[in-house]
């Protein structure tokens, strides 16, 4: 039997719905943080070891790279909380419906965004 339905396999070509946009950030920004809490862990030992150590992460962390680095470690982490809180309240059927799902997503991305730009502004 062959079929003639189109096949998509680009995935910058499918239009997600904004719920599966953010679960699937959620996951991505989740492992993105995992992997980087040795290296967090690491920079913070040495901040706290010694005055010396943490001159060495302030001067490491100066660069225009290590800044974007920074930047985007703390947009992960707020994704990733605001979204976690999301999850959580749909685990206790709050906002669990299509519609409640929709406006959720929406107000984890409006949130994240708010307090990104509020974090940018304070330490930034």
Do not use: Y
Not at 13 to 31: D, E, N
Not at 47 to 76: R, Y
Request: aromatic share 10%; charged share 10%.
């Amino acid at each position: 039997m062959k079929t003639t339905r189109p096949i998509n396999i680009n995935p910058l070509t499918i239009r997600l719905p904004v719920m599966a946009f953010v679960s699937i950030m959620h996951r991505i920004s989740g492992v993105l943080v995992f992997l980087l809490i040795p290296l967090l862990l690491g920079a913070l030992g040495r901040s706290l070891a010694s005055p010396e150590g943490l001159a060495q992460v302030k001067e490491a962390t100066q660069t225009p790279l290590a800044q974007l680095f920074v930047w985007s470690l703390v947009g992960a982490l707020i994704f990733h909380l605001f979204a976690g809180i999301r999850h959580l309240l749909m685990d206790m059927h709050i906002g669990d419906s299509l519609v409640a799902g929709r406006w959720g997503a929406r107000i984890v991305i409006l949130c994240a965004l708010i307090a990104f730009i509020a974090a940018f502004w304070f330490w930034g």
